[in-house]
Structure formats: structure tokens, C-alpha cells
Nanobody, 122 residues
Framework: VQLQASGGGLVQAGGSLRLSCAAS????????VGWFRQAPGKEREVVAA?????RRIYYADSVKGRFTFSRDTAKALEMNSLKPEDTAVYYC???????????????????WGQGTLVTVSS
């Protein structure tokens, strides 16, 4: 599976962006998806995750109420009320192993996209 993250860009604080994660190649029927971000000098952290069935969803406290998985495309991430501290490279990740559970760590995912830069100006 190859993943392609897109939708990043420069936005003012309070603005919105929609990140997409396109899958190609040998794509499983269903798979879990996670969105991670990595700011300069910081470790990669999970911001949102959805299980294979879509029944389990996680949002980090720092983005809860502002970020949501898109209703039309479960793998896309709608980001609203963006803050300067949301500035980072955002990565989508996918995995089909291990059943219908939330995956919240880097090591939980086998497939990774290349990252898309989100810059929020104050």
C-alpha cells in the first residue's frame, strides 16, 4: 500500500484545512488510519486515529473539538480553528493487522505517507 498525504499549507490562526490520505497499490478492504504530526525538535505524536470498522475514533486532547475525520471520506481529516501550535508536518498512516482496535503509536502502523506541511500563522 502506498499512501499520499495532501492538503497542507499556510493558514492564519482560526482558519481551516482538510488533509487527505490517498491509498494506492494493494489496498486492503478495510484498514485502520492514524494521523500524526511532528513539529521541529519534537517527537511524532498521534492527533487522530480511526479503527478498521470506523466504530472507534480517537482525538488527542490538544485537537479535540477542532479536528474531525471527514464524513464523506473516513481517511480525511478536517482541521478547524487552527492554532500556531498546530504547525507541523502531518503524516497519515495505515495498518490492516491486529483487528478492530485503536492504534495510537508510531509502531502500530506499517504504512506511512510522506507528510504534508501545515503552517499556522498568528
Amino acid at each position: 500500500v502506498q499512501l499520499q498525504a495532501s492538503g497542507g499549507g499556510l493558514v492564519q490562526a482560526g482558519g481551516s484545512l482538510r488533509l487527505s490520505c490517498a491509498a494506492s497499490g494493494r489496498t486492503p478492504t478495510s484498514y485502520a488510519v492514524g494521523w500524526f504530526r511532528q513539529a521541529p525538535g519534537k517527537e511524532r505524536e498521534v492527533v487522530a486515529a480511526i479503527s478498521q470498522s470506523g466504530r472507534r475514533i480517537y482525538y488527542a486532547d490538544s485537537v479535540k473539538g477542532r479536528f474531525t475525520f471527514s464524513r464523506d471520506t473516513a481517511k480525511a481529516l478536517e482541521m478547524n480553528s487552527l492554532k500556531p501550535e498546530d504547525t507541523a508536518v502531518y503524516y497519515c498512516a495505515a495498518d490492516e493487522r491486529g483487528g478492530d482496535r485503536l492504534r495510537l503509536t508510531v509502531t502500530d502502523y506499517f504504512y506511512w505517507g510522506q507528510g504534508t506541511l501545515v503552517t499556522v500563522s498568528s
